[in-house]
């Protein structure tokens, strides 16, 4: 019983000791790293606005309701989010 006990309470001890492993995930809010940063100005307007524009991302991709994306990070990529109406409701890389 004693043996198990220390058993236990080394155990214990010793969680305190392991650091949390680092989130393998990249961070969603850079926005800075497609350029998303300075289109947020597009936020509320009509996707037709996108025809005038150039982009300096390496992708763009306009994203309507309802379509399947891939769930890929691409740091490069810009993405646009389309609600029902075609407003653009979203600026954000990956």
């Known amino acids: 019983m004693h043996k198990k006990f220390l058993t236990i309470l080394a155990a214990v001890a010793l969680t305190g000791c392991v650091e949390p492993l680092p989130d393998p995930r990249p961070d969603p809010v850079d926005a800075g790293t497609c350029g ?3 289109l947020q100005f597009l936020v509320g307007q009509t996707e ?5 524009m150039t982009f300096r991302a390496g992708t ?10 891939t769930m890929d990070y691409r740091p490069d990529r810009l ?16």
């Open 79 to 94: 993405n646009l989010e389309l609600d029902q109406t075609g407003r653009i409701i979203r600026v954000f890389c990956g």
């Open 60 to 69: 763009v991709r306009v994203i309507r309701p309802g379509m399947a994306v």
């Open 48 to 52: 037709g606005v996108l025809a005038a």
């Open 36 to 38: 998303a940063d300075q």
